[in-house]
């Protein structure tokens, strides 16, 4: 459409416009496409809560179990401070 604007358009030129609009909306249709497999591989706020509190109830497992080891060292610690006082103490004798 190489024409001016107050001039009558041509088969030729509304040939043209309708092959520029039959590739956009082409283009535009590979992009829903891409979006919508997109879209099926996101996951549910409902999914995602429910992965969420599997983690944090993991979390809270390994803190126990890491609060429970340390309290074990602390009275191992403990416990071995004490046999060897007792063995100073025996040496001493």
């Known amino acids: 459409m190489d024409q001016q604007d107050n001039e009558p358009a041509t088969k030729e030129d509304l040939h043209q416009v309708k092959q520029e609009l039959?590739?956009?909306?082409?283009?535009?249709?590979?992009?829903v496409?891409?979006?919508?497999?997109?879209?099926?591989?996101?996951?549910?706020?409902?999914?995602?809560?429910?992965a969420y509190n599997e983690i944090?109830?993991?979390?809270?497992?390994?803190?126990?179990?890491?609060?429970?080891i340390d309290q074990e060292r602390a009275a191992?610690?403990?416990r071995i401070d004490r046999i060897e006082s007792d063995v100073e103490r025996l040496k001493t004798r």
């Open 76 to 78: 191992t610690t403990a």
């Open 22 to 31: 039959a590739a956009k909306i082409d283009n535009l249709t590979l992009q």
């Open 56 to 68: 944090i109830h993991g979390q809270d497992k390994m803190m126990t179990i890491l609060t429970r």
């Open 33 to 50: 496409v891409k979006n919508s497999e997109q879209v099926r591989k996101m996951v549910t706020k409902e999914e995602f809560g429910k």
